[in-house]
């Protein structure tokens, strides 16, 4: 089990809190209902550099719009997704990007995001590392979230990035389904078209699931506060506390990307998505780090 | 299996349909992780009469509250609670009613109200039919859902009464788990208390889950259309529709209480929740109606 982990602090931790949990007439005993563990995605279940992956989902789509429409070739801020003028992007900040992807698919069903989210997954590839983005998914993570259902603990993914995208390949690629899966999102309208009831995406945003709004949409969709929680950004601090903060055995897990070699080294200076303040406190929060370098013995599969 | 339940023209839709969505090879199978199926809570799985649960949950705070500070007793719409003045509580409607919960349980935190919610339920008992609420479900509905569970699909409620109430008491009743639960909501905010991260209940409506807002809030908790749908009044069409016009087998469900001698005989004239519309057009909408009288054996449990 966890055979793409290194010996180590971190996956004692792991294993060690999963033991104590799951020990029928053990003190620290959770029954099976209780055992919430919350991920976050990108950076933490799949690689997000240089950007995350629904901004080249988006640049796809712009492209599409720009075929029929050149003007938006000229036209801030499409064109600095259209010139990937990666400074320009990261200066948008992660929700800004995500408003421009609310502007362009609104209009649209829920079931034609899906539809063209999952067609553009099926063919679309990493530009320098050449491979489909749902085969950038991090092998240990893939394990440890398959460990833990083996022992009873319900998965869900709490991500910054657009639900919808997330929903169309959680399922095959982590075995989430959508019901358990928790994103940003748009408002969406009730609509009639030819006599289907139909969800229209709306050009407003009703939640970007960040920071302190991931545990507000824990309360709403979960509805227990997680006993393990996983994340790798200062936007993921407020869920990493606010499991580690309840009572009985809680495990808070922060992914440090440290490994220049089989992905990127990066923390404070990643503006889409920055980590400073988790890892400065670490210690008072009492939340174990895991070093992708020193802890993880595969990053992709082969 | 569904012993509770008359032999009948509702018995054989629900029969018929988990036979055809569960047989393997067949032109009509739908795999188990699409087998979502949504019921209403109020008048669908339990008893909504005289007035909702959560009501009488409510009344029993303000009386909590009106010892402490008697004022309250001669302010509306409190003093209409207090007095348990239904003509005036059905005036306000039950969003109105909604919104008084909302204020009078203001700066909680959502596990200070759930263990309230655990403590009324543990022996709050109905006016006249002198049974503990959480035994005033309906015997047929809970093998039904008993049975679609065990033919791979998942159960959802999907209510307009407040999320956290339902919550507290969906899991054992029912066997359906927090997060398997959509209810209305009011918004929340991250604090901190004594160290500890908490959820704190602010007065400011999030979700009214009713009408068009179930079908909206069915899209962003669970991401995927109903194959089965089961509700009771027109605040339930937009969810029957939704899943009846979805492509493929689908079962929408509308409870029909004609029932005055083993329960109570409503439809158009229930002010809180009226059903009009929806049995005006069960035929164009391919509803199928359940009538308590003729398609139930049992109502309540012995």
């Known amino acids: 089990m966890l055979g793409s982990w290194n010996d180590g602090a971190a996956k004692s931790a792991i294993l060690d809190f999963v033991a104590r949990v799951t020990k029928p007439g053990g003190r620290e005993y959770v029954p099976p209902a209780e055992r919430v563990a919350t991920f976050d995605n990108d950076g933490t279940l799949w690689c997000e550099q240089p950007m995350q992956v629904q901004i080249f989902f988006l640049l796809s789509r712009l492209h599409s719009l720009a075929e029929k429409d050149p003007s938006i070739k000229v036209r801030q801020p499409f064109k600095a997704f259209l010139e990937q003028d990666l400074a320009a992007i990261r200066l ?53 979230l398959g460990y833990l259902r ?23 690629v982590y075995g989430i389904p959508p019901e358990q899966v928790i994103g940003s999102s748009v408002r969406t309208a009730f609509a009639l078209q030819d006599g289907r009831v139909q969800l229209l995406r709306r050009a407003e945003l009703n939640s970007f699931d960040d920071r302190e709004a991931k545990v507000e949409n824990i309360g709403l ?41 089989r992905e990127v080294a990066y923390d404070r200076d990643f503006a889409l998505s920055p980590l400073a303040e988790a890892l400065d406190q670490v210690d008072d929060y009492g939340i174990t780090v895991v070093s992708m370098k020193r802890d993880w013995k595969t990053v992709f599969d082969a």
């Open 92 to 144: 948008l900040g992660r929700q800004g990007a995500l408003e421009v992807a609310f502007a362009v698919y609104a209009g649209m069903t829920d079931e034609e995001l899906d539809g063209l989210s999952r067609e553009w997954l099926a063919s679309a590839t990493h530009p320098k590392l050449g491979r489909l983005f749902t085969r950038l998914t991090y092998q240990p993570q893939v394990e440890l």
């Open 150 to 172: 083996e022992n009873g603990f319900k998965t869900f993914i709490v991500s910054g990035g657009g639900i919808g995208l997330i929903r169309a390949f959680a399922e095959a």
């Open 221 to 261: 969709h979960i509805g227990r506060r997680p006993i393990l929680a996983f994340g790798n950004s200062d936007g993921d601090l407020a869920m990493l506390r606010y499991t580690r903060t309840g009572p009985g055995p809680r495990l808070a897990l922060l992914m440090h990307h440290d490994d220049p070699v």
